[in-house]
């Protein structure tokens, strides 16, 4: 091979790997991503059933209920609107009512969120970031405890799902 | 007096930093020798004072002095005393002390190192480390001092977050830490080349062993920080692909590339402007990693909008750093000497290509990682990226790059053809393909990638040993004994690339063999069997328990393989009160390399308990594989090489004149297996 | 003072560090540029030879590789040029003006970054050493107290009188849970008692939230087996039913309460506001009473007939009067004898009783203290008989 037809061939190989590494990356993203919604924006704005979002609020008072079989449904609110939530398995640590929980999974064709992740963050007064905003939106937050609150340590990773 | 003396010794390493920046490349620049020899001094002189100040901050933790605002914050006089200690660095101040100490740390070890660089590229490069340590000197004083006071002193502390009262606090990130700062040498001393406008094979072989520190330090603290998850958050994932563990993985992958990319410039007196640019690449990553982690941009957008001193400072290190170093490189880079071109089929065009994946697949990373905070800070959608994004990414990267590696070994510099690397390898491969069918037919049913992903790891353990394998039988010669005297006789730089393919096989292992991995989420009352796996788990009862700085309910299990008793497991929910704060403790029993995992959820009103269990097959392979992968940097790092400084006769061959020059002796050879 | 000696001396070392290579005639270690490079061809060409003679290589490739090499050095050689030691007087400058930087530099940046962070006249606190601080109790505010006793707690966590003491500081703190921690364990270890036990209860209701859950009600239910009247645990209890939806219940527990508490109790407001909101009728208000506000004790004795009621005060003064002669008591004890006796108007037992409290509490000055203060405002018999 010539020099030239080596540079060529260098540069064919390095093309091609970066178009196949933007292709997968463009794919993933329409496929792999997925939205953050707060309940009011679910209520006002509906989301068709079978698409998977994330659904983030406060895990309203009162709204706990226990089914047997690890099954546990409550109702996720902002102060502009509620969805009930279904969700089979462990709760994280830090899962209370009053407090902020993100969940991600689908609506089902009647309406309920079946989650199939539970986030919660390890810290007191952890609010999750996407929760934080949207109430603040409809002015239910003011406290700006975690936010003064530079991120501790490393180290911990930001959510811990539980399945 | 020690508290301000402390202060005040981090206030004096500020001034000393500066003449270690300033002197040393003036002397450099005008070629005088007596400026330049003020660089060792001064960077020695700046970490003796750094290490007094962290020394310093250590004994107000041990002594629990409250009249430090970050002792308050993140210590609790009865906290046990290991983690009083491992508190300094459990928060953010302490931490970056920590980070400057080991900046420090690598300047003067620098300054000591006898190996022979070049008088100009050591005082530029000490300059440059200089430069560095003034940023962050000025960053820790002004943003985030950690001997700020309180007066009067209040009589307890806050208590540190209790997911850092772990073992795993007291190890992950000095670990880490060491990786992500050792690669400010690296860079130090590219910038020091481009200053210098001298780049060759010497440069490549000072720099490597500096590559090869930061890089075995990440390499565990990335395994450590992962094992440390594994069994701290309670459901028993490895790997998150959470951004705290992306900006870790990042410069972990430029440094791989990097540590590849050397060898060629050393060997080859190729790829020198490749070179630089990903030295500058990966300490750039590492700092982006600490500005990602310590600006709180992760924790919330706001947290930047609220308490932007610290995110912006860090920020504005970011730019200055990356933006002057690219900089630097954009207008001296056309100035370097160009290396040859070469051979697609050659060793070199193997690692031209193992360059090209890497940084492909730590771009998909960093994509993943940066484009939700981009795209929220420009339009405010709220996105996640999460591990399906990186599932389709980055392994469709990774996979065949691991398939090439022992090709890649196996191949000759310069020139190579593939009827030899196929006729070194035949073997290797068969094996591979002969453990993925066994696994296949062992495991009917169960999941159809993993025995590939088995297969695809025992591929690359056997080719790691395939390359000692044929240079110790070379040319059919003597017995046993002769090949194993050979092999011992290799250099420990090959034995070290040897083991670290061979840890990266294992891990592969390890992570193929996680998707056998069961999981089950079972009500439980005292008294209950819940079989996981062919073992049984009895839940004894549960408990509460006071000790030290927290209350627990303990869950005990006994773990019955046949109806025999062979294991007694507890798993514990903490509270800790001065936090209000509670953690997960899993229960761990080890069998072999797997392991039986189990945690529990709340008590149910019905007084049962919400258990997992779970069988993780080989999982251990995961981090054993990562410590041989460090093992293989440590002993590369014990050559000969780097250790004299000006070797008259060396012993030990690099590398790749062995495999380079083997190349028509061993076309005769008849591979060895 | 000694901090900035100390300062200076280390900064004076700092600069030293530097200002030392810079005024040596010759610098310590120079290792030529062109040398060290040779030194790494030559090693390159050795690895070659050496391959060669273990017969990994051929002798033709040997050659190409040396070559190749050889050729690489040249470069370099070529290029590298020798760092000057000279003494010239550029040189000179040079170093005149580094080591200005140096001795400039460092001190005035340390002093000026430490200056403005810096808090040179505090010294360092370890806690054991300000625990071990003779204790003055003016000074001694509640977080060190508090301190002090976790810490001796810490060392000997059987010690109930100590988890009695932290109990309604951790209310008053807000640390319900540390609260209701410190009161079981006293109760563990003093045994039960129904304040201690309705303390518990409220401080588990507290730590739920104001809900009263099973063991908060246990506890309570415990306390009111000791003691039928005690009215928080009644309280709690009322709270319970209020909250099970038991309107019915929960307004006869609170009606029972108002029954059982003597007139102008202090908690029948609270009591009367939850009775009318779950629809009982509001508590008649009643004359006030002038005597011991807010004690239990004093509230039943204002629902006595004034002769009644002096002939009760007398017989509890005489009874307090007996049982500090018996057991002896705390000044505080005395104290409130000695005012008995003057409310009284019986200004000649409280003389008595002062000469008693004196010699009863010979051996602790304060006490004594505290007595001769209280006796002097009562205008009783002047300083205490010296022995």
């Known amino acids: ?163 | 007096m020690l508290i301000e003396a402390g202060h005040f010794a981090l206030a004096l390493a500020l001034g000393l930093s500066v003449v270690q920046f300033l002197v040393p490349i003036w002397g450099a620049r005008t070629n005088d020798a007596t400026l330049m020899s003020v660089g060792p001094p001064a960077a020695i002189g700046v970490f003796a004072l750094i290490l007094f100040s962290f020394g310093v901050l250590s004994f107000a933790y041990a002594t629990s002095d409250f009249s430090l605002a970050n002792v308050v914050a993140n210590s609790h006089s009865q906290k046990p005393f290991v983690y009083k200690l491992t508190g300094v660095w459990g928060n953010h101040e302490g931490s970056m002390l920590l980070w400057i100490l080991i900046l420090a740390l690598f300047g003067a070890l620098v300054a000591v190192a006898r190996n022979a660089v070049p008088p100009k590229l050591r005082a530029n490069t000490i300059a440059m480390q200089g430069l560095v340590t003034i940023a962050f000197l000025l960053f820790l004083l002004i943003t985030s001092n950690p001997f700020e006071r309180i007066s009067p002193a209040p009589f307890e502390g806050q208590d540190l977050n209790p997911f850092l009262q772990d073992p795993g606090l007291a190890i992950h990130p000095p670990l880490l830490y060491i990786g992500y700062v050792g690669f400010s040498i690296t860079f130090a001393f590219a910038m020091a080349a481009l200053i210098e406008g001298k780049i060759d094979a010497v440069w490549a072989r000072a720099v490597r062993p500096w590559t090869l520190t930061a890089w075995g330090f990440l390499t565990l603290g990335i395994a450590m920080g992962s094992y440390w998850a594994y069994y701290e958050l309670g459901w028993g994932g490895w790997w998150f692909w959470d951004p705290v563990e992306n900006a870790s993985l990042m410069p972990w992958l430029a440094g791989t590339a990097l540590i590849h990319s050397t060898v060629v410039m050393e060997k080859r007196d190729a790829l020198k402007v490749w070179t630089i640019l990903l030295a500058i690449l990966t300490f750039s990553l590492s700092l982006l990693g600490t500005f990602l982690v310590r600006s709180g941009v992760l924790t919330s957008v706001h947290a930047f909008a609220v308490d932007p001193d610290r995110g912006l400072f860090i920020l504005g290190i970011l730019v200055f750093f990356i933006g002057g170093s690219l900089a630097l490189f954009a207008w001296r880079a056309p100035m370097l000497k160009q290396g040859g071109i070469f051979a697609p089929v050659s060793r070199e065009g193997a690692l031209v290509l193992n360059n090209l994946f890497i940084s492909t697949a730590c771009a998909t990373v960093f994509i993943g990682t940066l484009y939700p905070l981009a795209l929220e800070s420009l339009t405010g959608a709220k996105i996640s990226v999460g591990a399906p994004f990186f599932n389709a990414t980055f392994l469709p990267i990774a996979v065949p790059l691991l398939l090439l590696l022992p090709f890649g070994q196996v191949i000759a510099w310069k020139r190579g053809d593939v009827a030899g690397i196929t006729s070194r390898l035949y073997v290797a491969a068969g094996l591979a393909i002969l453990a993925t069918v066994a696994v296949y037919a062992v495991t009917l049913g169960g999941p159809a990638l993993a025995p590939l992903g088995i297969g695809l790891g025992v591929f690359l353990v056997l080719g790691a040993f395939n390359e000692v394998a044929t240079r110790a039988w070379q040319s059919g010669s003597g017995g046993v004994a002769l090949a194993a005297k050979r092999a011992l006789g290799l250099p420990r730089s090959t034995w070290g690339t040897v083991l670290a393919h061979a840890g990266m096989g294992v891990t592969v292992v390890g992570v193929a063999a996680t998707a056998w991995s069961v999981e089950r989420i079972v009500s439980m009352n005292p008294g209950d069997v819940q079989t996981i796996a062919g073992y049984e788990a009895r839940l004894e009862g549960v408990f509460p328990r006071t000790l030290h700085n927290y209350n627990e309910d303990v869950a005990r299990f006994t773990l019955l393989d046949d109806g025999r008793e062979v294991a007694q497991l507890e798993t514990m929910k903490r509270i800790y009160p001065a936090r209000g704060m509670s953690t997960t403790e899993a229960g761990l029993e080890t069998f072999g390399f797997s392991q039986v995992y189990i945690s529990f959820g709340e008590i149910q009103p019905d007084g049962s308990l919400g258990v997992r269990l779970y069988y993780k097959p080989w999982i251990l392979l995961i981090w054993i594989g990562s410590v041989i992968m460090a093992l293989g940097a440590a002993l590369a790092l014990t050559d000969r090489r780097y250790r004299v400084g000006a070797p008259v006769r060396a012993k030990g061959g690099p590398r790749g004149s062995g495999s380079s020059t083997r190349r028509p002796a061993a076309t005769s050879a008849v591979p060895a297996e | 003072m000694t901090i900035w000696i100390l300062f200076a001396l280390m900064t004076g070392a700092a600069v030293l560090a530097v200002l030392v290579p810079l005024s040596r005639r010759k610098a310590a270690e120079t290792a030529d540029a062109a040398e060290s490079e040779r030194l790494f061809y030559e090693d390159q060409i050795a690895e070659i030879e050496r391959d060669h003679g273990r017969g990994l290589i051929t002798a033709e490739e040997m050659r190409a590789a040396k070559a190749e090499a050889a050729r690489r050095l040249i470069r370099a050689t070529s290029q590298a040029s020798a760092p000057q030691e000279t003494v010239d007087e550029p040189a000179l400058r040079r170093r005149r003006a580094a080591s200005a930087v140096a001795l400039s530099s460092v001190p005035l940046l340390a002093l000026a970054v430490y200056g403005a962070y810096g808090s040179p006249h505090l010294p360092a606190q370890p806690l054991s050493a300000r625990l071990e601080q003779t204790i003055d109790p003016r000074n001694l505010d509640i977080a060190e107290a508090v301190a002090r006793i976790e810490t001796h707690l810490a060392q000997d966590p059987d010690d109930g009188r100590g988890w009695d003491v932290l109990g309604p500081v951790y209310m008053r703190q807000g640390r319900f849970e540390d609260a209701a921690r410190a009161w079981a364990n006293a109760l563990r270890l003093l045994g039960p008692d129904p304040a201690r036990l309705a303390n518990l209860g409220e401080a588990l209701v507290n730590a739920e939230g104001g809900v009263v859950k099973a063991r908060a009600r246990e506890a309570f239910e415990q306390a009111l087996g000791l003691d039928e009247n005690h009215p928080k645990a009644r309280f709690y209890l009322a709270q319970a039913a209020e909250q099970e939806g038991d309107v019915a219940g929960a307004r006869a527990a609170y009606e029972e309460i108002v029954r059982r508490s003597p007139p102008n109790a202090p908690w029948l407001d609270v009591v009367g506001e939850r009775l009318v909101a779950v629809g009982g009728a509001p508590i008649q208000p009643r004359a006030p009473f002038a005597t011991a506000p807010g004690s239990e004790a004093g509230a039943a004795l204002a629902a006595l007939p004034e002769e009644d009621r002096l002939a009760a005060i007398g017989g509890m003064v005489e009874g307090l009067a007996a049982r500090l002669k018996e057991d002896g008591g705390s000044a505080e004890e005395w104290v409130r004898l000695l005012r008995s006796y003057a409310v009284l108007g019986d200004r000649d037992r409280a003389q008595v009783a002062l000469a008693e409290a004196r010699e009863a509490l010979a051996g602790d000055p304060a006490a004594v203290a505290t007595l001769d203060a209280a006796a002097a405002e009562m205008g009783l018999g002047g300083a205490a008989p010296r022995q």
Do not use: C
């Open chain 1, 1 to 163: 091979m010539t020099r030239k037809q080596r540079r060529l061939t260098l540069i064919g190989a390095a093309g091609a790997t970066l178009a196949i590494a933007l292709g997968l990356v463009l794919w993933a993203m329409s496929d792999t991503i997925v939205f953050f919604r707060a309940p009011s924006q679910v209520v006002s704005e509906g989301v068709a059933p079978g698409v998977r979002f994330r659904l983030g609020g406060l895990v309203e008072a009162g709204s706990v209920e226990r089914h047997g079989d690890q099954v546990t449904t409550f109702a996720v609110g902002d102060g502009g609107g509620t969805v009930t939530v279904r969700y089979r398995g462990l709760l994280p640590d830090l899962f209370r009512e009053g407090q902020g929980v993100v969940t991600e999974g689908r609506l089902d064709a009647t309406g309920l969120f079946v989650a199939d992740t539970v986030l919660a963050r390890h810290d007191e007064n952890y609010m999750p970031r996407e929760v934080a905003d949207a109430l603040k939106e409809n002015g239910l937050w003011q406290h700006d405890g975690p936010a003064v609150r530079p991120a501790a340590a490393r180290d911990l990773p930001i959510t811990t799902p539980t399945q």
